[in-house]
């Protein structure tokens, strides 16, 4: 049940905020992304958590949140919350990083990593309470993650990378990400188009694979089940201007963990 919750927390976190676009020549002028979004998770069609997102970016500056929250059969193996938040500036289009924070609740602890970032958007401080052990999980150093990009920026710059990498007949992205322990490249990869029932409207969407290669900072345990297969993250975005995540699936061996957009506003 442990990769049950382990692929769970992959499921929500890619629906949170991963944008792409149209997989076909016509690639529309992105909105900024000024949305609170609300998800539904569920594993084999049985509610077991929720995600709320909120993001807000202009010219000058951009932020981002995930709230997420177990329920129903979940809460049986790991009740838990969490929020994740990053802040930064933008400079010509440029996300310059300013902090990073994520703070998970289970019944037992709770647990904090915080980043700092310089004036150029590296990494200057990285902090988790309680700490690792170094024997069970390696540090990186800071030199090696020093323009590494945090999972929340990661993916609001992947959303600006794909339109222009598929404007340019390309289809996918890679990004070198950090999240206060592991260190890892996450490739975004645009495929087929087809359509979905969304809050009672057909959508048109975008099927994205999300993949990761694992750096450094990884358990032994980790790298284990990454041998063994780390399944693909599919992720449909809406093919329009607004390129919203509608739908992420993830298969594991027992079933399928989706989460399913159920609620958006338009943050004024």
Not at 141 to 158: F, I
Not at 178 to 188: S, W
Not at 212 to 228: Q, S, V
Request: charged share 30%; glycine share 4%.
């Amino acid at each position: 049940m442990g990769r049950l919750v382990s692929r769970y927390k992959a499921v929500v976190f890619v629906a949170a905020l991963a944008v792409a676009t149209p997989a076909s020549a016509e690639v529309p002028t992105l909105k900024p992304m000024n949305y609170t979004l609300k998800y539904d998770v569920t594993f084999n069609g049985l509610p077991i958590g929720r995600v709320r997102i909120v993001a807000s970016e202009d010219e000058y500056r951009y932020s981002a949140s995930v709230d997420t929250k177990t329920r129903g059969l979940m809460r049986l193996f790991d009740s838990t919350k969490s929020l994740l938040s990053a802040t930064g500036r933008k400079d010509e289009g440029k996300f310059i990083q300013k902090d990073y924070s994520s703070r998970s609740t289970d019944d037992d602890s709770t647990k904090l990593t915080t980043i700092r970032y310089g004036m150029k958007g590296e990494v200057i401080k990285s902090e988790r309470k309680p700490p690792d052990d170094p024997a069970n999980r390696p540090p990186v150093p800071l030199e090696d993650v020093s323009e590494a990009l945090n999972p929340l920026t990661a993916l609001l710059v992947a959303r600006y990378r794909l339109r222009d990498y598929i404007a340019a007949n390309q289809r996918a992205v890679t990004l070198r990400t950090y999240d206060g322990a592991r260190l890892a490249d996450l490739t975004f990869t645009a495929h087929s188009r087809t359509s979905f029932e969304i809050m009672d409207k057909r959508v048109d969407v975008v099927n994205t694979e999300l993949t990761r290669k694992p750096i450094a900072g990884y358990k032994a345990k980790e790298l284990k089940k990454f041998k063994e297969g780390d399944p693909v993250i599919h992720v449909y975005f809406s093919a329009d201007e607004r390129f919203l995540p509608v739908k992420a699936d993830i298969a594991i061996s027992f079933g399928t963990i989706s989460a399913e957009l159920v609620g958006v506003s338009t943050k004024q």
